[in-house]
């Protein structure tokens, strides 16, 4: 996030796509819920689901999935076209407006609504609303991104921030949504194969050479293999060996039939987890972790907050903390690590990392640190941006809308949406097995619009088997108004159901991220 | 400004009610139905003091102060009427202490004790209303609800969920989702919010049912497991067990001001399961077999070992967690990139 979770309350306009809110960040949903309802804020919702915070809606865009950039040049087409853009932030902040506004020039609502579905007008709306509020925020998380278009989806969320210079004031950004507790850490510590920590470029010999230094060995410069490739590399035999700490690629990969295929190839797969997932059930070798409440350490939140993590009680068994079973696999390579407690290692971490330079246990004793935090003087960042971008000036990205990989046709007519449900959490490894949130949703279901549904003799409770190119899985039919007619919605988390059996592993050619959010299906009831 | 409280005089800024100018100074008046995050509503009446030339005694939460005005919060006048509220919301329901899960953590409790009413005047009702417990998570035991709104502000004022409210008058009157229905069959969404703020026995985690009487867990604050907004919690922890997870009533910590969600709440039972993995396990003849960490650890290092003198490091990757700690993912991607030589190291930052 640019901005903070409490800058949300000074928030007069949030345009929120790409993410269910109240189900996946229930608490920041209540920084906007009540932003709305007690300080007048306006809500754009840009949803093919009628989600729950469609109740507190200003105005409602329901796209067909997929549509992402269409709709946003179009809310940029109107902006431009009424006169509403900032000029004074564009001259001074930015650079390429030019070729933005040649870009945006054909997305006309009347255009944007034919590829998206959204009426002309309540696209106006809404563009009208975000330009003129005076501090408006997008906020979106994966909805947004997992998309083969997804890194264009971004900028193009950047573009409208920056046309309309919501960005780097109290109440605006540009605010993507972190999924997990330290999915923003993780990148900061460059778990990224293009990336060392603090996002310097293993590419780069000079930002290298540091944690060369550092380290005490030479390092490598091509950057490695994303996710996908990884498991491309795996089924073609040129990845031999993968080490899996705490993930389950094989409920939440795309295509897992084929992962399942890609891992069986391997010479060696090691998994550290808390339980045997069905990633682990593929091993060669399973090490048993701590879980949250058993360890020491840090988390970074999705507003760049590090927070500590403390253990609580002790590990089952004779399960380890991972930072102790990677210290020991290491040495026993021939590594020379003398870590004996997570605190030791973060030290380390503060030195090697420039936004986590200030930051030390004694400071987030009570109260976390947003970075950047360069001194052990400094306050940390609650918004960034406010002086100049990263690179200086702004840069307005030229982005066209593209079609999703997949296209229903007869064949396979309806398409498929993904994504989480309140009550479980991702691969389920943890709710499952929490007696509380499985009592709620036990079971796979399939969202299908009323209509939809009558068409094809399913009602409530019917049982349906739901067929991809890649896959059949079957789930219980959830029939309502909540997915417009010809979309369908399964959450991903139940394994005897997996919806990533049907998902299709294209990717987004710049950040690898694969298209959960469309694929093409077809639908029948099981007699 | 200023203002006089119990004939000490104290500036205050406009905007500020009697009780804050009094606690930012050190001066306790009782509170019941007061939350800082809430607007003030007055319904208790247990926070009554006097301010001359008023007609009648003025709740403090509720009154903003005002220049010159000459404030007494324990008179006689006012003890005797708070004395008479308490007393009066002892006598709503069945107030059994002994085994009540907010025994020593109790707002009326501690007024009762501090007001010494060893024996209210008036008969407890008749009739003892059925616990609700259907659900896993929260149990409402409406015996011990003293009608303070609380739970009502929280699902409306903090969470905006929009389901507890106010029905019936008088002694029907009665606070829960719409149509009397249960939690579970309502639109709840079980956030726990309106337990959180209870400040009776009202509303409980069925969880923690008979695991741990206030003050014997220990409290350990720490960063929910869940999702990415990376909200602050206390694990409450006995005999090496967490029972509950709780936050504090009043608490303006960031990110999460004491909110918390179903998962964060309720979903910590996971770590318990009999399905927690205790030992390594190493395939042999095509079966997962327990063996030891020494085993373990030198069967990774080895065939590591091998595959990258084989085939080079890039024949190796590995997948970090966006659930792990910054100190394991840090030192995650430097055994692969320092120790094995590659720069094949991702994470489900994607998915």
Known sequence: MTNSIADMEESKCFLITGTNTTENHPVISTFIKRAVTQRGAKLILADPRNIELAKFATVHLRQRPGTDIAWLNGMMNVIIAEGLANEAFISERTENYDALKETVKKYTPEYVEKITGIPAGDLKTAARLYATSGASSIVYAMGITQHVTGTDNVKSCANLAMLTGNIGRPGTGVNPLRGQNNVQGACDMACLPGNLPAYKKVAEDAERKPFEDAWGVKLPGKPGLTIPLVVEGAAKGTIKALYVMGENPMMSDPDITHVEHAFKNLELLIVQDIFLTETGRLAHVVLPSAAWAEKEGTFTNTERRVQRVRKAVGTPGEARDDWRIITDIANKMGANWNYDSARAVFEEVAKVTASYAGITYERIEHKGIQWPCPTKEHPGTPILHSVAFTRGKGLFSVCEYQPPAEQTDADYPFALTTGRILYQYHTATMSRRSKGLNSRTPEAFVEINTDDAKKLGISQGDRVEITSRRGTIEVVADVSGRVDKGVVFIPFHYSEAAVNRLTIAAIDPVANIPQYKVCAVKLRKVA | ?351
Request: with cysteine.
């Open chain 2, 1 to 351: 400004m200023t203002i006089t409280i119990d004939g000490k005089e104290y500036t205050f800024t406009p905007g500020q009610t009697v009780y804050e100018v009094a606690r930012d100074n050190g001066i306790a008046i009782p509170v019941l139905c007061h939350q800082e995050q809430l607007k003030p509503v007055g319904a208790c009446r247990v926070c009554v003091v006097e301010v001359q030339g008023a007609r009648s005694l003025v709740a403090s939460c509720a009154m903003p102060a005002e220049k010159g005005m000459v404030v007494t919060t324990t008179s006689e006048r006012v003890l005797k009427a708070r004395r008479l509220t308490v007393e009066l919301l002892l006598t709503q329901g069945h107030h059994n202490c002994l085994v009540c899960e907010s025994n020593g953590d109790c707002v009326l409790q501690s007024l009762a004790y501090s007001l010494g009413i060893d024996t209210p005047r008036f008969a407890e009702p008749p009739t003892v209303k059925p616990l609700e417990q259907a659900n896993e998570m929260i149990v409402r035991d409406m015996n011990k609800c003293i009608l303070c709104g609380l739970c009502v502000r929280a699902c409306n004022e903090i969470q905006v969920n929009q389901v507890l409210d106010f029905s019936g008058r008088g002694p029907t009157a009665s606070v829960g989702p719409a149509f009397n229905l249960a939690y579970e069959d309502s639109s709840c969404v079980f956030c726990g919010e309106c337990v959180r703020l209870c400040p009776v026995g009202a509303l409980y985690e069925k969880q923690g049912r008979f695991k741990s009487r206030a003050g014997e867990a220990r409290k350990v604050r720490t960063t929910c497991e869940y999702c990415g907004v990376g909200c602050q919690m206390d694990l409450n922890v006995k005999d090496g067990k967490v029972v509950k997870v709780s936050t504090p009533r009043w608490n303006a910590t960031p990110p999460n001001h004491g909110s918390l969600c179903i998962k964060g709440r309720f979903g910590f039972d996971f770590l318990d399961s009999p399905e927690r993995l205790t030992k390594p396990l190493i395939r042999v003849d095509g079966e997962l077999k327990e063996a030891s960490w020494d085993e373990a650890v030198a069967y990774v290092a080895d065939k590591l070992a091998v595959i990258k003198e084989k085939n080079g490091p890039d024949s190796v990757a590995g997948f970090s967690s966006a659930r792990c700690t910054n100190e394991e993912n840090y030192l995650f991607q430097k055994f692969l990139r320092a120790v094995i030589g590659t720069n094949n190291v991702d994470h489900c930052v994607r998915l």
